[in-house]
Antibody, heavy 126, light 108 residues
Framework: QLRLQESGPGLVKPPETLSLTCTVSGGSIRITSDYWGWIRQPPGKGLEWIGSFSSSGGTYYNPSLKSRVIISVDRANNQLSLKLSSVTAADTAVYYC??????????????????WGQGTTVTVSS | SYELTQPPSVSVSPGQTASITCSGDKLGDKYACWYQQKPGQSPVLVIYQDSKRPSEIPERFSGSNSGSTATLTISGTQAMDEADYYCQAWDSNTHNYVFGTGTKVTVL
C-alpha cells in the first residue's frame, strides 16, 4: 500500500527558506507514469497546488509561486523535497504531498491526486 | 490566470440529494476531479476524469462535466458526507493544477 509522509521544521523565520521532505513507502518514486506533487492549505482556507515532479515528464510549478519554489527528488531514498524561499507569514499552512498518476508527458489531470500524505504544519514567524 | 468557482456552502437534509457546482472557462474541455476533506484530515479523491469513482468511494457520489460547469452529486446524503468539497482541473495553457474555491456541505 502506497504511503506518503511529510516531514520538516514546524517553524520557519522570514525571510528564510522552507524545506520539506516527503518520504514514499510501498511504491517507487521512479515510476515514470506518476507525478508527485506538493499542495498547501493556509489555516481556514482552501487548497493550493504548489508544483509537481515526474521522472519522465519534468517539473511544473504554480505560476504564482514559481520564482520561489524548487521541487526535486532523491531517488535513492525514495523522497520528494520542497524548497520555498523568501517566506512570509502568508506561507503559513499545512503542506501536503500527493501522487497523481498521469502516463507519459505533461500533466493532464485525468486521474486526480489519489494518494495524500497526512500533512505537516509550517508556521512562518520571527 | 485560470479560476474555478464553487458556492461557499450547500445544505441538504439526510437522504436527499446534494449538488455542488464548479464553474470555469471551458471547463468541459478539461478533466475535472473532486475531493472531500473532513476537519483535520487530508483530502480524499472522490471523483476523477469527470465522473469516475475510485473503488473505495460509495456509489452515491457521482460527477458530470459539460460546457463551463462540473457538478458533484451526492445521492441519499448521509451525515458522514458533511465535509468540504473541492473541484480541481489542469489548465494546459498556464500549466497550473487549479483547485476550486471549496464548498462546505452541511447535512441538517
Amino acid at each position: 500500500q502506497l504511503r506518503l509522509q511529510e516531514s520538516g521544521p514546524g517553524l520557519v523565520k522570514p525571510p528564510e527558506t522552507l524545506s520539506l521532505t516527503c518520504t514514499v513507502s510501498g511504491g517507487s518514486i521512479r515510476i515514470t507514469s506518476d507525478y508527485w506533487g506538493w499542495i498547501r492549505q493556509p489555516p481556514g482556507k482552501g487548497l493550493e497546488w504548489i508544483g509537481s515532479f515526474s521522472s519522465s515528464g519534468g517539473t511544473y510549478y504554480n505560476p504564482s509561486l514559481k520564482s520561489r519554489v524548487i521541487i526535486s527528488v532523491d531517488r535513492a531514498n525514495n523522497q520528494l523535497s520542497l524548497k520555498l524561499s523568501s517566506v512570509t507569514a502568508a506561507d503559513t499552512a499545512v503542506y501536503y504531498c500527493a501522487r497523481h498518476p498521469n502516463g507519459s508527458g505533461p500533466p493532464q489531470g485525468i486521474y486526480g491526486l489519489d494518494v495524500w500524505g497526512q500533512g505537516t504544519t509550517v508556521t512562518v514567524s520571527s | 490566470s485560470y479560476e474555478l468557482t464553487q458556492p461557499p456552502s450547500v445544505s441538504v437534509s439526510p437522504g436527499q440529494t446534494a449538488s455542488i457546482t464548479c464553474s470555469g472557462d471551458k471547463l468541459g474541455d478539461k478533466y475535472a476531479c473532486w475531493y472531500q476533506q473532513k476537519p483535520g484530515q487530508s483530502p480524499v479523491l472522490v471523483i476523477y476524469q469527470d465522473s469516475k469513482r475510485p473503488s473505495e468511494i460509495p456509489e452515491r457520489f457521482s460527477g458530470s462535466n459539460s460546457g463551463s460547469t462540473a457538478t458533484l452529486t451526492i445521492s441519499g446524503t448521509q451525515a458522514m458526507d458533511e465535509a468540504d468539497y473541492y473541484c480541481q482541473a489542469w489548465d494546459s495553457n498556464t500549466h497550473n493544477y487549479v483547485f476550486g474555491t471549496g464548498t462546505k456541505v452541511t447535512v441538517l
